[in-house]
């Protein structure tokens, strides 16, 4: 193990949740590692100081006077009332019942059966652990009958590596993608699981939608389309790509990039982003940009649109389209650069200390402060978020 | 070398001492007795100001969130049948309305904002900057409001991920993931 993989599991090392079978992993990374150790150590402490809270605050003031004006006449409950929580009643109850009983009957098998019995079971042993020594991940149905590669999807069910999942118009399905987060396809999708290691969860998503919920570190969940590669960077996004392959991105919770043949685009909670076969992905735009500045922007990113397309967006682009502007700063040509900087400055103000040369010029001081001015600063957002 | 960290101290259900925990103050609360009322929140009332002035960060709110508890404490009395200590009762009952105005919280910047990724945007949220050695509480006072949650719930209160997964209407494992950031912040607030 290395420490990337060891950091991801300190948590359920504080909590005792380790399965066994990493332990002893750990344990020998942890044993060579002052870095980890100290880390958990860390985090240890912050436990220990926790549960040394003293379990009662005095409030700063006597509340009682604005409780007593607020009583007024108490409910009579019939049935008993509970203000536990019930934990939610597990479907496994009714399975293990089954299970059990099934146990019952199988030692009901006559002597005569048992050799053949212990032959058929040796071998499926072999076949399952020869299926489960590829990596694969759990798919529960959701509606309708998606199907992983020819065989129909009942309840639950694995995708392995190299394996194909596909809803059609009445199916839904929803994958557990490993320890990091849930992905549910929706329908008319079609995706294939290409690697499920503990640092690359990568699926190809060649039609449909998807909704991805990823509760890790940047860049451990990959989504490959026709047009571009989604890599997540923490948190929650819809992803759909059409019959010709290009695809639409719409981040509802965190950061995603899109990348595709060394062009870069990291698309912000509540943006979005559009991304063509060949051309990778556009530039980011509110999920409320108007529909005016979403056709040149597309003509800009994807059809050559230029100057002309440009301009247009200028004349377009609303405050809360900052972040598109401030993009386009760097995209545009030499010649557009400065016109975008000053259709910006007119509709956001400048940050403290920043000036227009100093950002065509391409200084990072004023760069930055500019990201932050626009809360588009991703490596600050990582640091509060992780 | 993995032995658990003992969970804090929870007051535990103690279905099996029946009606015992009937005590005279809270029988006559029940009868619709102020007096009696008016003492039994001030036995308890430390308790649940902790519980929400960690939870919700904020100390003007919490004293509303505290009132809120014994409104509604009063308004449900009636219904508790000392199948429990009264203290866990109305220690379930906090924690449910803390929840609830979590929720009511959340649905408001939900039109913005998914959970509370709208903190990492809020630089008024102020949270524990790297270096600076702060007291605990103050720094769970400072954590962004989903992962102060569910770090007081699990680490302080004891509570599952499920049981909290489940009342916060969100994934077991985006509770994880927030008691995790939680932590972190913590360490690098805690530590210079």
């Known amino acids: ?386 | 070398m993995f032995a658990q960290v003992a969970a804090p101290e929870v007051v535990l259900e103690a279905k099996h001492q029946s009606t015992a925990f009937l005590s005279e103050a809270v029988r006559r609360a029940q009868q619709g007795d102020r007096s009696a009322f008016e003492q039994l929140y001030r036995d308890h009332v430390g308790r649940v100001y902790a519980l929400c002035v960690r939870t919700c960060g904020n100390r003007s709110r919490a004293e509303e969130l505290t009132q809120d508890v014994f409104v509604r404490t009063w308004e449900m009395i009636g219904s508790f049948r000392g199948e429990s200590a009264f203290s866990s009762w109305l220690h379930r009952l906090a924690v449910n309305v803390v929840l609830s105005d979590y929720r009511s919280g959340t649905r408001r910047t939900a039109r913005v904002m998914t959970t509370d990724d709208l903190e990492p945007y809020d630089r008024s949220s102020g949270t524990p900057e790297p270096g600076t050695t702060l007291d605990l509480e103050e720094a769970i006072e400072k954590l962004p409001s989903q992962a102060r949650l569910v770090f007081v719930l699990h680490d302080i209160e004891g509570y599952k991920h499920e049981e909290i997964a489940e009342q916060m209407g969100t994934a077991v494992g985006t509770c994880k993931a927030q008691l995790h950031r939680a932590r972190k912040l913590l360490r690098e607030a805690l530590e210079p």
Request: negative net charge; hydrophobic residues 40%.
């Open chain 1, 1 to 386: 193990m290395n420490c990337t993989e060891v950091q991801l599991l300190l948590n359920d090392i504080l909590d005792g949740t380790l399965p066994l079978g990493q332990q002893k992993s750990v344990e020998l990374h942890l044993k060579d590692c002052a870095a980890c150790r100290q880390e958990l150590a860390a985090l240890r402490s912050v436990l220990d100081k926790a549960s040394a809270l003293p379990v009662s605050i005095d409030p700063p003031r006597d509340l009682w006077e604005g409780i007593d004006a607020r009583l007024g006449p108490q409910k009579i409950l019939a049935g008993p009332f509970s203000t536990r929580w019930e934990p939610p009643r597990s479907a496994n109850t009714n399975l293990s019942t089954e299970v059990v009983k099934s146990m019952g009957s199988s030692l009901r098998i006559k002597r005569s059966f048992a050799a053949a019995a212990a032959l058929v079971v040796g071998l499926g042993c072999f076949w399952f652990a020869s299926k489960s020594s590829t990596p694969a991940w759990q798919v529960a149905r959701l509606e309708g009958t998606p199907r992983i590669d020819s065989e129909a999807l009942e309840n639950t069910g694995t995708i392995r590596v190299g394996e194909q999942l596909v809803t059609d118009d009445g199916s839904r399905a929803k994958i557990t993608v490993g320890a990091i987060g849930q992905v549910n396809v929706e329908p008319n999708s079609r995706l294939r699981l290409l690697e499920a290691k503990m640092t690359n969860h990568r699926l190809a998503l060649e039609q449909g939608t998807i909704h991805a919920r990823i509760w890790a570190p940047p860049r451990l969940f990959f989504v490959e389309t026709p047009s571009a590669t989604a890599i997540d960077l923490g948190c929650e996004y819809l992803l759909t790509v059409d019959e010709e392959g290009a695809s639409v991105l719409h981040v509802t919770s965190g950061w995603v990039a899109l990348e595709h043949g060394g062009r870069e685009s990291i698309v912000p909670s509540g943006a979005m982003c559009i991304t063509r076969p060949g051309r990778g992905p556009g530039t980011p735009f509110e999920e409320d940009t108007p529909e005016k500045l979403r056709k040149a922007l597309e003509q800009f990113d994807f059809e050559d649109g230029g100057s002309s397309a440009l301009s247009t967006v200028m004349t377009e682009a609303r405050a809360a389209d900052a972040m598109t502007l401030w993009i386009l700063v760097f995209r545009a040509g030499l010649a557009d650069r400065g016109k975008v900087y000053d259709r910006l400055v007119a509709l956001v103000s400048e940050p403290e200390g920043v000036t227009r040369e100093g950002v065509l010029d391409g200084n990072a001081r004023m760069i930055a402060a500019w990201q932050r001015h626009l809360h588009l600063d991703f490596k600050e957002w990582w640091r509060v978020w992780q």
